[in-house]
């Protein structure tokens, strides 16, 4: 094996791009815009270009590289083929054939940017193999990290947790089409929404009523100080949260849950509320399984990524 | 590699123990009882006498034979240790280790049962490496093979799909001492219980009112000959189980569902009201995952226990 890799996280607005020794440590870091016209184009040439620059500058050769890992918003299929970003303009893209060309045929892997995420955390949480991490953000993204591999599924649609369906009665429509999906509800966007009903269908006093625009975070700190509006909410979420991670445990029952993405930084007082419920819902060899909190933070699809190249 | 090996299949009842060669092909095939007299302390010693005494019989030597396979009734975790078959009388039990010590230090790997049969389902479903697999028996059992290899889960309980919470409202209690599990709605039980219900909440007629007691082959050949009841109660069958599978998609997207056990003798009128309501919850990457009804019946379990030893 070489000396280092490269971890790339192409996201919507920045590319974050990590040069790692082959042990895994971070040695420099830095981003790169994201060009989405003529669909996104520009995009895999302008990382070759900064990969390289940075490259010349060091004075490393192509020998001393042993790879690039690179993750996408968008489904990933076998042999690195993307299946669509909407977000960058991509349809199916050989992403991993067409940056290899560019960078004098070096080996590429490619992921799913929740999946690398996964990876990433997993590596950081030490000792362990095999995780589920959820992404509670816009939406919500997921992971499945099996014996320290990506299971990225058929169709690419693995460790698809946001769109596990939870309440076959919902009648609002999920972003993806279906109605009752995960996401609906343990989203920062499904968390307003569930706080906005609650308001609506009920006249108790909450903070939440002072202050408008609703946001997430102000919920969850109403939670926090005692709003009983806002902790019925946060029960809600809980149930529905502890009830679909129960599901995913008869699936693959995982040594961890890992709980990240702009909801979690609400720290504890979200990881009880799941576990709550996790533990009357889980079956009963799975009741102890962990929980986390993410700590990578953004810089966690990059962590991930270069993973798929130094995994021995 | 050596050009034999066995495949054991360890019931409650009987021992099904079958001959094969590297390849996967069985040559022999027989049983012995299952003696579960003093906390099943007979059952190890019997199958390695079973082996030791076939193997005398054909004069083949251990360097011949690359290893046993065997599945158990329980829960298998890491090392091949069996943790608690109630079944069988058997505690925490290192079975892998103490068979190979009866078999002249040969290798072994042990399985669940319903693991062991999804991998044999799988190599007969042929050129596939992911799928999952759902017995739908007197409980509702599961595997979950990706990459050709057996996902056991943290605490042994992978592939536990007939505990995924698909009801939270439910008030009667599962086996599992859960209330709302896969298993109350889709086992053979589960129709009955689901059946009868039907029967004494509705005053419709029905041929499953003439004869007592109610049976889940007579509630499916009722559905076949159009008795509306009867279809009502495959309609809710196939509904948990469409949404239950589309859960399990959301996590690890198999290729392919097999759908096994007495229920699924039905034959394809059961496949088709589980799809009709998979593709309506499924996430929209996974909606045409394949679906196939198990072919091996019996010998499963035999043939999946074997493809953990000649598995390249």
Redesign the interface.
Known sequence: MSQYAFGVDLGGTSVKIGFFTCDGDLQDKWEIPTRKENSGEEILPDIAASLKGYMQKKGLTVSEIEGIGIDVPG?VLEGGIV?RCANLGWGVKPVGEELSALMDGMKVRVANDANAAALGELHCAGGRK?A?MVTLGTGVG?G?I?DGRI???????????????VQ?GETETCG???KGCLEQYASATGIVRLARKKLEESSMDSVLREELPLSCKRILDAAKAGDRAALEVLEEVG?TLG??L??????????VFIIGGGVSKAGTIIIDVIRKYYTQ?A????R??AFTLAALGNDAGMYGAVRMIIEK
Do not use: M
């Open positions: 489904a299946n095999n589920v997921g499945v099996l299971v990225t599924g058929a169709f690419g649609a693995g460790g698809e947790i946001g769109h596990i369906p076959p993806c089409g279906k149930e009830r679909a129960a599901s995913v445990a008869c699936v693959v029952d995982p040594e819902y079956f009963h060899a799975s102890d399984t």
